[in-house]
């Protein structure tokens, strides 16, 4: 054993004693307190037993009090460390995740061995991240401070919460739409070499009763399992429109990307409601792109890519998302509208050989057809090292997360907006 180790037990053991003793000298005073109440007559033999016996039991609950004390003391140190394993536990997972992504468009025996080995290991470790959930949960909440309770004021945190993401629910989700628990969030796609920002990607985002947005996996399963999809990205139309409205007031040249649900695209009354809110605002041309995933765009309705035909008439372009195809004719995407191309940053990173010269052949052409490709979900310097020559812009956790616009950007009119409100 340490000598640290066995100091700290001996400091512990000393501290009991020292508890007993003050116990011990308690009782004898109460003791000796009652029997001079009784020489000078002051209570009678009955009356000063009873009083003993009270100062007695209350005296018994000194170190009930003590040891809630420490426990009180305890338990933060406790919340902590729940707390960095939940983190940690949650990076994990979402590596894993990443990973479960990249193995999914894989066929052979091989692929399909680790698939299904990652995907264990995902379903055990959110078993875990649950199980430490419930753990944090069930600690008592902490005293408030003084300066709380009397009513001195509160020093509010402008920062991110530090909270983790709630499992979603149809109970919960409903409660975040009726309160309208929501939020717009930006993510910025930068240029890499100088990190200069050229666009955002406009998300929205249920928020939990603890102040954070959902867990973004039983959020989607919630949304589509309760079709409500659709009624979110109209939402999110509104919205990105006033940002984009007040980055074009700002004289900013940062672009607002949309992307919009697999549904929308398939919904008429969306549709409709897409072309007419733009049709009105041809101002925001450049500034505002709708994104549709490549695997989307090969088979949505004719309506849809009429509603996208029509809007490039006025001058909108689009993004196409999710691209998983090195034979993409950009050309081909320029005349359809398509002014941007994004793809997991694995799209692009170093391979092989020939991969490589035909992935930079793809980047080529889509610089000479006006085309920007987007590297996304890049996490490290080492992922933006491992790019093919000819990748320009990328978006990812690097440059930064998704950060939350003020409410009163996002909720208000495009009517006297301030310069302070982003």
């Known amino acids: 054993m340490s000598s640290k180790t066995d100091g700290s037990m001996k400091m512990r053991r000393g501290s009991g004693w020292e508890k007993k003793a003050a116990y011990l000298c308690l009782i004898v005073a109460i003791g000796g307190a009652a ?29 009930g009090w003590i040891n809630s004390s420490e426990r009180k003391v305890r338990n933060p140190g406790e919340l902590a460390d729940l707390i960095k394993a939940n983190a940690a536990l949650s990076k994990k997972i979402q590596q894993l995740h990443r990973r479960l992504d990249e193995l999914a468009g894989g066929s052979d025996p091989e ?21 430490i959930e419930e753990r944090m949960t069930a600690m008592p909440p902490r005293k ?30 409903d409660d975040a739409l009726g309160s309208g628990s929501e939020g717009l969030y930006l993510q910025p796609v930068v240029t890499i070499t100088s990190r200069r920002t050229m666009a955002y990607e406009a998300t ?27 009624h979110l990205d109209r939402m999110l139309l509104d919205k990105a429109v006033r940002v984009a409205t007040h980055f074009r007031n700002r004289g900013r040249n940062a672009a607002v990307i949309c992307r919009f649900h697999e549904r929308s695209y398939f919904d008429e009354d969306f549709l409709i409601y897409l072309s007419e809110t733009l049709s009105v605002r041809r101002d925001l041309a450049g500034a505002l792109h709708p994104a549709i995933a490549q695997n989307d765009l090969a088979v ?17 372009s689009f993004v196409m998302d999710r691209l998983r ?26 391979t092989d050989p020939q991969r490589d010269t035909e992935c930079m052949a793809l980047l080529a052409s889509c610089r000479q057809a006006g085309v920007q490709a ?12 491992n790019l093919v020559t000819g990748v320009e812009f990328g978006q990812g956790e690097l440059f930064s997360g998704p950060r939350r616009v003020r409410a009163e950007l996002a909720d208000s009119g495009t009517e006297g907006i301030t310069a302070e409100a982003v």
Do not use: C, W
């Open 300 to 316: 949505v309705s004719t309506s849809a890519l009429e509603t996208l035909a029509n809007l490039n008439d006025l001058g909108f």
């Open 35 to 63: 029997y001079a109440l009784y020489a000078f007559s002051v209570f009678k033999a009955t009356e000063a037993m009873l009083a003993a016996a009270i100062l007695f039991v209350a005296a018994s609950q000194i170190p």
């Open 111 to 131: 692929t399909a061995e680790e698939y299904e080995h990652v995907l264990q290991k995902v379903g055990a470790m959110e078993e875990k991240f649950q199980q």
């Open 325 to 350: 195809d090195l034979d993409a004719k950009p050309e081909i995407l320029r005349r359809a509208g398509f002014t941007m191309i994004r793809a997991q940053s694995y799209f692009f990173s170093r």
């Open 144 to 173: 408030p401070a003084l300066s709380n309770l009397i009513g001195a004021q509160r020093q509010i945190s402008s920062g991110p919460p530090s909270k983790f993401p709630m499992t979603a629910t149809p109970a919960l989700v």
């Open 204 to 230: 929205l985002q249920l928020i939990g009763p603890n102040g954070t947005p959902f867990d973004e996996r039983s959020v989607k399963e919630v949304l589509r399992r309760e079709n409500l999809e659709v």
């Open 374 to 385: 987007i590297a996304t979900d890049l996490s490290t310097e080492a992922e933006v090292a």
